[in-house]
């Protein structure tokens, strides 16, 4: 997931990762569910937020919406961008841009 950077794409879903990685989609989902106590959507947003952030915080981005920093960690639309963010961080982009651009 992490070497082939999977997460960045809006369309990966369980069962395009279970074909890559030759297994079934149920065996991901119970493996995520036990071992780390999440969903599939929190696994890969949390890959996806902490993309965000090492963009967010990167100076050539500093011309970008947040928006589009969200698109380019993999988020579909801005809320779910958002609403992820918020879930994992505790902050909402803005707040973490303003608290670690200082």
Do not use: C, W
Not at 28 to 35: D, K, L
Not at 40 to 54: I, Q
Not at 56 to 83: P, R, V
């Amino acid at each position: 997931m992490q070497s082939e950077r999977l997460y960045l794409q809006k369309s990966i879903n369980i069962g395009v990762l279970a074909k890559k990685l030759d297994t079934n989609s149920k065996y991901i989902s119970q493996a995520i569910n036990h071992e780390l106590g999440k969903s599939f959507t929190d696994f890969l947003n949390g890959y996806r937020v902490e993309e965000a952030k090492k963009q967010l915080l990167d100076q050539k981005n500093n011309n970008l919406t947040l928006e589009a920093i969200g698109t380019m960690a993999g988020f579909g639309s801005k809320s779910a961008f958002f609403g992820a963010f918020k879930k994992h961080t505790g902050q909402t982009p803005s707040q973490f841009l303003e608290e670690n651009k200082k």
